[in-house]
């Protein structure tokens, strides 16, 4: 199940950026499941990573080359995630990295691998650096959509996303792919993200853009509260383009980079695991962010609010139990308005007087769906975006080993 | 569904409490929804409430009556929850209160209400109050039974529990109905407890004792996170047997009274919304406790992991991840060992060496599941109780309007 058709929109070819793909056979044959991605030297590259404790090889080694030197490559591997393997992981990680320099003549350090899939089983190495030949050969600048297919698991489909902006009177370019649909939730999902852009930024604010892009798109979705231990998120400006410092051009530029964040945020929660609605959580009038956060996530994780969206159900109540029992410190509850789209749902605690059953249900009936809570303590505001529970999330998540 | 058989067992009678019933046809016909308990002068009366800030009315009213006299009766109606009803729900919770006074002849603030059932709808108050007289008429000792059946809301049985333990020669019963099934968590689930014990207790000892009952019973307990706007768990002490306050009696009646509310609690869980497993979790070697509840909390909250109980699967790795993604400062994921049951399933920061999935899928076909973490970072720990995710679950409630 997914909401919305989805279509994957034609991504333009980024200068400085090829992709290539080849079906390895790593899980399952006849499925493009390994992924190359190239970056021509001179580029900039930034990277956000799963804050789970227990994360993956792949990730504990593409911080370290990272950290290192400028990435020439980007490896790619779905049908098995490389975590929970101990040492050996590591060797293997760092295997595939050192195979794929070897091919491509730079070094394993210049390599970056990233893993999704099943966790707790070892890489099948033989069958993965076997594939490593195809997919270089296959290296194209028109690679986007094949790249997006090659690095899905449960996904239903594709997701990608382009934007693109005048800097000095050229064209600036940005293209990018995600993948996950479960294990979805803030401070990154199972999730795995690859933006390139033809401009020339310079890596610290590479770097900070993608941090601040990332808190606002990827870390503010959630199918299911669990955080995966692979998640990634890259940014590659490949500086073939113009220099994005002037501050409108900062503007401007920033702007389009997160636009294609949050779309490809959300491509995500439109294709969570058994997702029927696709639902917008604007909290508003916090103290802080965090506590407007704090309040988005509360009713984005209450199983009892994803239930009664899944039945189109204005159940009104449980929205309101569950922002009553978010972390927020003196509530006075008497203040806070809940609006289900066009319809005032909440204000002085209860019901709103005007609501009416017949309302309610015209808003919930839709498959996308926004909530608005206003808490009327402050200024900070946040937005959160999350699916529904339906029977098809118990059976995908009763009957996949992940 | 529910876990277990669940056989209510015979509770003896307590010196000083008698308990009554009716059909009142709150929200259905041909039901016990309306139960009165009344309590002999001389007793003292100890409660805890809903934390949720969007807490019911009755609640509200509970709370203040109680905080004015040692109540007399206790008024509780399933079929509706009256909540997020606004001035007009303190409205009926009081003359509720003031009726059920006038019939017994005793204050009104000398009852306490308490509500269970859909939330934001008006109580019915001319069906409630027209049970009122019945319920007296059926008051006895012996009503306990009667009593469990007449607080349930989507629970698919009644829940009791007794203990007894010899102070000065004499023995002092301790007896307890609960009721829950669905929004259940930590700082009061949507339950109500109902506990009475013939002993002399001192209100200071009783409410603390009762306090620090409920956050290692009925606030260890989580279904689904989410916290109902009207739980409450009362304790009386009817004063009729000898007083516990030698050093020795306090340990042994605190143990048994400690041992009930961990029976009720558990029994929550037990026919917890489509309830297939109970599962017990374990943390250790925690810093603080706080911290080993932080670690219990998010394995019992993951949605994955939930369901992969469901599916009996072994799957490790989800476990892992979610404690992986604990609260949990500086965590070496190294140190932690988890065992589901006696087989070890994680040590060293991956699967343990001696695991096989034989091992595992024999504990995980079971219906009772114990998981036990081990942090390897201090001395405190914190045992939670919690049920899988199955679809009955989702079928609960996309279907119920609670």
Known sequence: MAVGK????ALPAIEGVRLGTAMAGIKKPDRRDLVVIEIAPGATVAGTFTRNAFCAAPVHVAKRHLASETPRYLLINTGN??????????????????????????????????????????????????GLPA????LAAGGWAAAAEGILTTDTRPKGATASVEIGGQTVTISGISKGSGMIQPNMA?????????????????????????????NCITV????????????????QGPAVSAEDDVARFRAALDGVLVELAQAIIRDGEGATKFVTLDVSQARSRQ?????????????????????SDANWGRILAAVGRAPVADFDVDRVVIDLGDVRLVEHGGRAASYTEEAGSAVMAGEEIAIRIRLGRGEAD????????SHEYVSINADYRS
Chains 1, 2 share one sequence.
Not at 111 to 130: D, K, W
Not at 200 to 210: G, K
Not at 224 to 239: E, K, V
Not at 382 to 389: F, G
């Open 291 to 311: 506590e407007a956060l704090d309040v988005a996530f509360t009713v984005a994780h209450s199983p009892l609010v994803k239930t009664a969206l899944y039945a």
């Open 382 to 389: 946040a937005t959160v975006w999350t699916s529904d529970l």
């Open 81 to 130: 995630a490389n975590a929970g393997t101990g040492e050996l992981g590591m060797r293997d990680a760092e295997a595939s990295c050192a195979e794929l320099g070897r091919l491509a003549e730079v070094a394993g350090t210049a390599v970056l691998p990233f893993s999704t899939g099943v966790i707790g089983e070892p890489l099948p190495m033989q069958r993965l650096l076997a």
């Open 135 to 138: 997919a270089l050969d296959s």
């Open 6 to 9: 989805g279509t994957f929109p």
């Open 224 to 239: 299911d509260s669990d955080t995966s231990t692979n998640d990634a998120c890259m940014l590659i400006a490949t500086g």
């Open 190 to 218: 199972t999730m795995l993200a690859f933006v390139a852009t033809d401009a020339s930024i310079a890596q610290a604010d590479l770097e900070q853009w993608l941090r601040e892009g990332v808190a606002r798109s990827f």
